[in-house]
């Protein structure tokens, strides 16, 4: 099938305009084909990325909802929260039980053991 689909791309591409939409569609899809097909040869690779993009999805909102957060250091402080919430998550922990004992600890934490609050080594 994906012979096929490679075959039929070809054969479109030399029926429509250079420079059109579609020419450059078809072009992207052909430029990019053996990353395209690879899972075809690998069964453990997923045919698409959604899962990835679905992660990805809630930062790159973020991100341009950060360029109005009222200055560049305000900026950065909501991409650092927002980065914890995100890594808690990504590790199988409630973002708000995560960040509030994460709050509660952080005063008397040692300074040595800091590194224990971090999402991937978060213990409640």
């Known amino acids: ?4 689909l490679q075959a039929w791309l070809l054969q ?4 429509v305009p250079s ?3 579609t020419a ?3 072009q992207y899809s052909l430029g990019r084909w ?4 690879r899972y075809l040869a690998d069964g453990r690779l997923p045919p698409d990325n959604n899962w990835v993009e679905n992660q990805i999805r809630p930062v790159a909102l ?5 360029l109005f957060a009222g200055s560049l250091r305000a900026g950065k402080r ?4 927002m980065s914890l919430v995100h890594s808690a998550r990504l590790n199988g922990h409630d973002p708000y039980a995560y960040l509030r004992d994460v709050l509660e600890r952080l005063p008397t ?7 224990h609050l971090l999402p991937h080594r978060w213990k409640a």
């Open 1 to 4: 099938m994906a012979d096929l």
């Open 12 to 15: 479109q591409r030399a029926l």
């Open 19 to 21: 420079g059109s939409a």
């Open 24 to 26: 450059r569609a078809i």
């Open 34 to 37: 053996d990353a395209l097909t």
């Open 62 to 66: 973020g991100r341009a909802n950060w």
């Open 78 to 81: 909501a991409a650092a929260v």
């Open 109 to 115: 934490q040692r300074a040595n053991m800091i590194d």
